[in-house]
T-cell receptor, first 111, second 113 residues
Framework: TQLLEQSPQFLSIQEGENLTVYCNSS?????LQWYRQEPGEGPVLLVT?????EVKKLKRLTFQFGDARKDSSLHITAAQPGDTGLYLC???????????FGKGTRLSVIA | KAGVTQTPRYLIKTRGQQVTLSCSPI?????VSWYQQTPGQGLQFLFE???????NKGNFPGRFSGRQFSNSRSEMNVSTLELGDSALYLC????????????FGDGTRLSIL
């Protein structure tokens, strides 16, 4: 059974600080996705990474896929209150298999 | 373009009852997947339907079932409800089976008393 471990589970920071959250597995994934979920809403896809070592940037968010395609990180620069939410990573081991989700990192950015 | 629509948004049931949840995918999407989200277990895959056929199934008991109609709308049913079934049930749609990315609805919050 493939598992994705996310850390930290909870994170509370001040506006303007930087942070990194991690998504780790002992399994190899063909692709990995990051979602953000806000209270009362469904997850919204932020990015998909597919190549080992790949780095993608989305404004103040930087996503990295590990060289071995077993882990990923999300770095947020100068966090803002609007970044508050549950960040989920999800991996797929082939194109048409169900996604495996981590349990998420709940981020709170305080103004 | 309308997103994935789930109804109802909230439900309260008692143990032993059954419940039916509905999901209307994005227009043109033919694949619908269902997930259960709880604080302890996170998001877990229930099953996936494409062309009215269940193509993938997660590790849930037979009390959890679903179906898909010819217009791609899907329903899931949970019978003999247990307290542990309290969760957010999310539906996601895509053009092809389990194609990424999937687009999620806002879920149905089910509470069992």
């Amino acid at each position: 059974t493939q598992l994705l471990e996310q850390s930290p589970q909870f994170l509370s920071i001040q506006e303007g600080e930087n942070l990194t959250v991690y998504c780790n597995s002992s399994s190899v994934f063909s692709s990995l996705q990051w979602y953000r979920q806000e209270p009362g809403e469904g997850p919204v896809l932020l990015v998909t990474v597919v190549t080992g070592g790949e780095v993608k940037k989305l404004k103040r968010l930087t996503f990295q896929f590990g060289d071995a395609r077993k882990d990923s990180s999300l770095h947020i620069t100068a966090a803002q209150p609007g970044d508050t939410g549950l960040y989920l990573c999800a991996g797929a081991d082939s194109g048409n298999t169900p996604l495996v989700f981590g349990k998420g990192t709940r981020l709170s950015v305080i103004a | 373009k309308a997103g994935v629509t789930q109804t109802p948004r909230y439900l309260i049931k008692t143990r032993g009852q059954q419940v039916t949840l509905s999901c209307s995918p994005i227009s043109g999407h033919r694949s619908v997947s269902w997930y259960q989200q709880t604080p302890g277990q996170g998001l877990q895959f229930l099953f996936e339907y494409f062309s009215e056929t269940q193509r993938n199934k997660g590790n849930f008991p037979g009390r959890f079932s679903g179906r898909q109609f010819s217009n791609s709308r899907s329903e899931m049913n949970v019978s003999t409800l247990e307290l542990g079934d309290s969760a957010l049930y999310l539906c996601a749609s895509s053009l092809e089976p389990l194609e990424q990315p999937q687009h999620f609805g806002d879920g149905t919050r089910l509470s069992i008393l």
